[in-house]
């Protein structure tokens, strides 16, 4: 803990990132006890995991002191079994299959653009879906993928006999599961590496920058949403393929336990039916 109150600008700033989160707890049932109750155990989790003092024993008495939460509620915590589900298999091999196919130029045409895979090996191709799928872990059944990605629309079979991707389809209402996992992934990376930047004695920041107008028409807004996609993907494709070539060079050697996350995003608010925190800190 580094200062005995908290500063009035974090509050503010905290308030407003955790209201489209209650929005979207509250549209899926999730109301203040249960939230409530699952802040407790963060709480002392993050105590317990992130916050210990260097020679001296982790007690219940002082991840109760840090955290607020009731010695006997710390007790309980900790003794109960960890109940958070990892991360699906279907949902890491998806990730890794699609960073290959959109990172590796042998699966690109001459624009860059993911080529059409045929479904299955033969000795007169040189790259399919089905050894890309083999290359990526030969314990899965290149057609349990096929099937899974076909039905989440990820994907559709030409009359070539080859598999398309679509890769917008990875925001598709029918991939739910993949889509919640990554939301979890992409925002909590987002927020702790801003967290990160507001830690007392940080010298080296982390990139988290955006770009914000508003009293924009909605042309303007299409047209800007049309131009931060295109200059997003760019971004993204330009950074997977050297992360996929780095990652390929790392493998095996000391020291390679980092990970890293690069993204972006879009936002655009009506602001006379919205309520758009910065707008009204502005006006007070």
Known sequence: MSTPTPPPALINAI????????RLLLEYG????????????LFVEVVND??????????LSRISVVSGVHR?????????????EAPSRTVSLGARLLGVWLGDRRYHDVAGNPLPLPRLSTD?????????????NKDVRPRAVLDEWQRAGLVHINPQDEVVLDPDAFVTEKNFDDRAHF????????????????????DEKMLERAVF???????????????????????????????????????NKPGAHYRMTFGSFFFQQDQQTESDPDVAHDKN
């Open 124 to 136: 007169n191709t040189e790259v399919s879906f089905e050894g890309l799928v083999e290359s990526i």
């Open 213 to 251: 107008y508003d009293h924009l028409c909605p042309r303007s807004v299409e047209t800007l949403k049309q131009l931060s996609h295109q200059v997003a993907m760019d971004g993204l494709k330009q950074v997977n393929e050297a992360a996929l070539r780095l990652a390929e060079q790392d493998e």
């Open 30 to 41: 999730m109301t203040y006890p249960w939230f409530a109750n699952q802040l407790k155990s």
């Open 50 to 59: 992130e916050m210990q003092v260097d020679g001296k024993r982790q007690t």
């Open 183 to 202: 939301f979890g992934r992409n925002i909590r990376d987002h927020i702790a590496a801003g967290a990160h930047n507001l830690m007392p004695g940080i």
């Open 72 to 84: 006997k509620d710390v007790k309980r915590i900790l003794e109960e079994p960890e109940d958070a």
């Open 15 to 22: 308030r407003g990132l955790l209201k489209p989160l209650i």
